[in-house]
């Protein structure tokens, strides 16, 4: 392990984030004559390489990723992922970031192999957390281990709600699903965010940063992907959950795993801050207290997984890979991703057959270090292994162009949804790692530059499809706007639709603003205040319009004053049924003062509105009438026009002759059964008495169709209802109150030449159906000559006699006693028997 300590200087440079490490290494890189450095993520190579590459130029720095190979011929630098750095290449000086990653269970055995055995002939440099520090020391022990301070300060903030991120933050979850729901939020209630995953290629990743970098969105969600090889403008970190799925379980986050997430917020100087989001419980103040001053337990061990292989056969290979660690300080990982695949391609007969050779079995070992980069169930990876060594073992000894090209031409499409690109990408990543396997394809530089194309346009697309979902660019430009000290424009279309500096932001109905998105507005303190500013003076303005406007500017609909077609109040029980109270609609933008002059003008619109549609009984507190008619009038006008007559016998009976003619010209009419108004049984008069009458009763009952004369008993708010609307009970059914008149009056001129048989025709003039008249008859006061049980039946051959008489009291008054009726109906009865004797 030790053997190449001798090879130069060994310095492990450590400490938290933004230290400095990177740079420091990079520069130290070029200050020799080659170098090699390798990276935890390809995407921080490939800006490591394209800031070397613009220092020294593209011919002097090579790019070696799993799926990326640029390697000009006179490279001199070399920017790798660590797994794919060339150990047989010489260089003066080498270099490996995040080392302390060698205790992570997946890839650590990759960065510890790295640590023991990858030297510079110069200098070697290690790059990391100080909690690697002990067994750097034990491990290495000629390295030279320095620590580095942060630049600048790292401060818990707390817990704050979405709504109160400050700008330039970045929202912290741990699966694709919680930071989806956070960007949409986000997007609600700021204009939108950024968002970065592991799972994101690195052109869409550098897209999305580039958004948040050049100030479109002020916040980025992201999972722990952006804990390494970011370098963003954060000012705060929030953490929106403290727990994580690691492969295997779910899991609480180490003190050092939030520090290097953490450590995000704040770039060399400028500090930063750090905190939760609301919905999650308090961070442990002893892990805050980790944090801030960056102490964390040491590592005690590292993974370590066996680099001399064994390929002589699958056996052997596998024996090599199982073998103990040579020290106490290292430990085996877990099986990872390409031993299990080498297991489950061993067991298969077919495959066995064919790795029995130092070269078959150190081929199967190759496919099998093949990534899973679709995360796919193992199965179908194991699949097409199996496929891939097979194609190899066949005596072309190549994968078929025409195989690839059908694997590619599935995966060259735009179309489909975030995840649907997402998978695509992961898909056309295992075939560019493929295409540089040395020997593996006809036209390794054709394949790697159809699969970097097919990347590019798919990683294109997924930028745009994470744009469009997750960045309000109208919002996210308002937003800035409103930032600003400079005065805003703001208008109100003739549709009521709002702009800010030509952008709509919702919609003016009357007095009252409603936003386009109501979360945004109830959470976005700054865009309430704005509006505010730029809202207030124009509404006032059309608030001062409505209260002068002219009366046939308002009309009433459905227990709303609308001015303009458009609602400013609402109506509440008054002093009577007949003067409902006139309730302004509340109006955030509306000062109280002007709020009450539009309330008064609604007001008096709506007096003068119901009087002209009640003008009988407007116009007859104004006439000159005696005090039994202004009587009468006055319980008319309780009742909304109709009242039974048994209920004003009183009133009726004192009228004179001259005060039923003053009625009469009034519109008042004097029934039988019924005084109403029949001028208010227009079918707008009854919505309008249906309207005020549930408004109050604090009922919400509805008018009958236009032009119903008949309903059910039971409809609306009962009995009170029906006689407030103009109808009344008439057997089984209701029936309009002018309709039960004239239908008395028609059955007594009958009545009056004798009994008589009625006919269906009598029910049809009042809506009702012929079993109905039965019903109708007796509660008219006509009863049958038969029995009661035939007329039960709803036959309509009986004979049918008036049992009562249905005058009024005067004229019940000046009847004498004893005198006989000639005019009755049983006096016409009595001659009809004689006659028939």
């Not at 130092?358 to 995360?375: G, Q």
Request: aromatic content about 6%; proline content about 6%; glycine content about 8%.
């Amino acid at each position: 392990m030790a053997s190449h300590d001798s090879r130069g200087r060994i310095v492990a440079v450590l400490g938290p984030t933004n230290t400095g490490k990177t740079h420091l290494a990079v520069e130290r890189m070029l200050g020799h004559h080659s170098g090699m450095i390798g990276c935890p993520l390809r995407l921080l190579a490939r800006e490591i390489y394209d800031r070397i590459r613009e220092a020294r130029g593209p011919g002097q720095v090579a790019l070696i990723t799993g799926e990326e190979r640029i390697l000009p011929e006179r490279a001199r630098y070399f920017v790798c992922t660590v797994e794919s750095m060339p150990l047989d290449r010489q260089v003066e000086f080498l270099a490996v970031d995040e080392i302390q990653l060698a205790a992570d269970p997946e890839r650590g055995h990759v960065f510890t192999d790295r640590l023991l055995h990858a030297r510079g002939l110069s200098e070697t440099m290690f790059l990391g957390a100080d909690t690697i520090a002990p067994l750097i020391r034990r491990l290495v022990p000629s390295a030279e281990v320095v620590t580095r301070p942060r630049f600048s300060r790292l401060i818990y903030a707390g817990a704050k709600k979405i709504t109160r991120l400050p700008r330039r933050s970045a929202v912290v979850a741990f699966s694709a699903s919680e930071v989806y729901a956070l960007a949409e939020l986000l997007r609600r209630l700021r204009g939108g965010a950024a968002v970065v995953m592991g799972a994101l290629s690195p052109r869409t990743r550098n897209a999305q940063v580039a958004l948040f970098q050049a100030g479109e969105v002020d916040y980025l969600v992201a999972t722990d992907a952006i804990g390494m090889g970011l370098n963003m403008q954060v000012d705060h970190v929030a953490f929106a959950g403290l727990s994580k799925f690691d492969g295997h379980i779910p899991r609480s986050l180490k003190p050092a795993e939030i520090a290097q997430i953490a450590g995000r917020a704040g770039r060399h100087v400028r500090d930063g801050s750090f905190g939760t989001t609301a919905d999650i419980a308090t961070m442990d103040p002893a892990v805050i207290e980790a944090v801030v001053e960056h102490r964390f337990d040491p590592l005690t061990q590292l993974y370590w997984r066996n680099a001399r292989l064994d390929f002589t056969s699958v056996r052997s290979l596998l024996h090599a890979l199982e073998a103990e660690p040579p020290n106490r300080a290292l430990i085996r990982p877990r099986e990872v991703e390409d031993l299990s695949s080498l297991r489950a391609l061993a067991d298969s007969p077919e495959i066995a057959a064919m790795a029995r050779d130092w070269e078959s079995v150190s081929l199967l070992w190759e496919v099998c270090r093949i990534p899973d980069f679709r995360k796919t169930l193992a199965d179908a990876h194991v699949r097409l292994l199996g496929q891939i060594y097979r194609y190899l073992m066949s005596p072309g000894g190549r994968l078929p162009s025409a195989w690839l090209a059908r694997m590619l031409e599935q995966l060259d499409r735009g179309e489909g949804d975030i995840d649907t690109l997402a998978a695509r990408i992961a898909h056309i990543r295992t075939w560019t790692y493929v295409s540089h396997r040395p020997g593996w394809v006809e036209d390794p530089v054709g394949l790697q530059e159809r699969t970097r194309a097919i990347e590019d346009r798919l990683s294109d697309a997924l930028h745009d499809r994470l744009t469009q979902r997750f960045v309000d660019r109208r919002s996210a430009s308002l937003v800035r706007r409103l930032r600003q000290p400079t005065e805003l424009l703001a208008a109100i279309r003739g549709d009521g639709s709002v702009l800010v500096e030509g952008e709509p932001i919702g919609q003016v109905e009357g007095l009252r603003f409603t936003p386009d998105d109501a979360l945004a507005w109830r959470e976005g303190k700054s865009l309430r205040s704005a509006a505010q500013r730029v809202l207030g003076p124009a509404i006032e303005k059309r608030a001062a319009a409505i209260a002068g406007a002219p009366d046939t500017a308002f009309t009433l609909d459905n227990g709303l004053v609308l001015w303009q077609s458009q609602p400013i109040a609402r109506l509440g029980p008054g002093d009577s049924v007949l003067t409902p109270r006139v309730e302004p609609l509340s109006a955030e933008f509306v000062s109280g003062p002007m709020r009450a002059r539009v309330g008064n003008r609604a007001q008096a619109w709506l007096k003068r509105h119901l009087s002209a549609r009640f003008q009988p009984l407007s116009v007859a507190r104004e006439a000159e009438l005696g005090g039994a008619e202004r009587g009468l009038l006055f319980q008319l006008r309780e009742a909304l026009g109709s009242v039974p007559r048994a209920g004003v016998r009183d009133q009726v009976a004192a009228l004179d002759r001259d005060g039923r003619a003053r009625l009469a010209k009034l519109g008042v009419r004097l029934g039988r059964r019924f005084v109403y108004v029949p001028a208010l049984l227009k079918p707008d008069r009854i919505a309008l008495r249906a309207l005020l009458w549930s408004i109050a009763h604090g009922q919400t009952v509805t008018a009958p169709p236009p032009g119903r004369v008949s309903l059910p008993k039971d409809f609306g708010g009962g009995e009170a209802f029906l006689l407030a609307i103009g109808y009344a009970s008439l057997g089984p059914v209701a029936v309009r109150i002018d309709l039960i008149e004239r239908l008395a009056n028609r059955l007594f001129k009958r009545a009056a030449a004798g009994p008589f048989v009625p006919d269906a025709d009598l029910a049809a003039s009042i809506g009702c159906r012929a079993s109905d008249l039965p019903g109708l008859l007796a509660a008219l006061g006509f009863r049958p000559v038969a029995d009661a049980a035939a007329a039960g039946e709803g036959r309509l051959d009986l004979l049918y006699q008036a049992g009562q008489r249905l005058d009024s009291p005067a004229k019940a008054a000046r009847r004498r006693p004893g005198r006989a009726d000639t005019d009755s109906p049983f006096a016409a009865l009595g001659r009809l028997k004689l006659t028939a004797q």
